[in-house]
């Protein structure tokens, strides 16, 4: 490792993945300081100018971005690092505003010839009229991580009234077809795709798909890593990743997930879901557990992505 850094790391937040962060924060603190840096604290509240006095009076080399979700993973505090001039994990102001708004993220995607499912943004209200898709269909927040807020309407179902009753994600849906089959997940760092994990909601706990409770709920889901798939698609899985981290100009870390659709007799069909670009930071969150896999230690991958953020 190259001279021990004054390291904080940005975590808890506002948003609705502060559990999540937090539980990330402590995780990279304990690493960074097997390390040799000199690390601190710093749980992000909703007073950005407390913030700002924080980390001048802290004077941190290098900022460790833990932060999920609103004003962490949306660009926000990234543009308030710039502003201050410290260097930071994980992507910057536009990769991170871009992948958070999942309707400019499937622009992106599509301009750059990568497979999302057909879908479209509707105002919410629309939904309680009529089906905006043939079922079964998603309807999912536009700038929310963790699957929070998702949903699937399938055909002859009657969820659509209590969906919009309880929706409190802003005046706008995404609504995507529903991609049948399992998830997968990719983790990059750098342009380097990592390898594939299958995740499988466990059954008989009431996950429909890996919904926030199968994330982050003990025993919620199980991962199979590398992923039991044909080799070639899961080749072409990691190259979508690349690309997808590449398209959007994310730095460091993200995390791809995917549909993959191998119900049929023809070839498996891959769909990108999403970029995160603020992965979850445990040490069993999917991301380190591939890095794991492929040989990089928790520690190793919290260093690397200090590192990463000071040669930017």
């Known amino acids: 490792m190259s ?3 004054r390291v904080t790391v940005l975590m808890g937040g506002i948003s609705s993945e502060r559990e999540v962060s937090l539980a990330s924060g402590k995780g990279i603190t304990a690493a960074l300081r097997t390390l040799g840096h000199t690390v601190t604290e710093l749980d992000a509240g909703a007073d950005l100018a407390a913030l700002v006095n924080d980390l001048t009076a802290q004077k941190p080399d290098v900022v460790f971005n833990a932060l999920h979700g609103r004003l962490g993973e949306d660009g926000c505090i990234q543009g308030v690092l710039e502003w201050m001039g410290l260097p930071y994990t994980h992507s910057g102001v536009r990769a991170s505003a871009t992948a958070m708004d999942k309707a400019a993220a499937r622009a992106v995607f599509l301009s750059a010839g990568l497979p999302v499912a057909e879908g479209k943004v509707i105002a919410i209200e629309e939904l309680e009229a009529a089906d905006p898709l043939p079922a079964p269909y998603v309807v999912k927040p536009v700038s929310e991580g963790s699957s929070v807020g998702v949903s699937i309407v399938r ?5 659509r009234e209590s969906i919009v009753q309880s929706w409190r994600y802003g005046p706008h849906a995404l609504v995507e077809e529903f991609i049948p089959g399992r998830e997968i997940t990719v983790g990059v760092l750098g342009d380097r795709a990592l390898t594939v994990t299958d995740i499988t909601p466990t059954p008989g706990k009431g996950h429909d798909f890996y919904d926030y409770d199968a994330k982050y709920k003990a025993g919620g889901s199980s991962h199979t890593l590398p992923a039991q798939i044909d080799p070639a698609v899961a080749e072409q899985a990691c190259a979508i990743a690349v690309a997808a981290h590449q398209a959007l100009g994310c730095s460091g870390a993200s995390r791809s997930d995917f549909r993959l659709d191998d119900t049929g007799s023809g070839p498996a069909r891959v769909v990108l879901l999403e970029v995160n670009t603020q992965p979850g930071m445990t040490e ?10 492929c040989g990089i230690s928790y520690p190793e991958l919290c260093g690397w992505l200090v590192e990463e953020a000071l040669r930017r």
């Open 3 to 5: 001279n021990p850094k």
């Open 155 to 159: 055909k002859g179902s009657n969820i």
């Open 284 to 293: 069993t969150s999917l991301l380190p557990e591939q890095a794991a896999y």
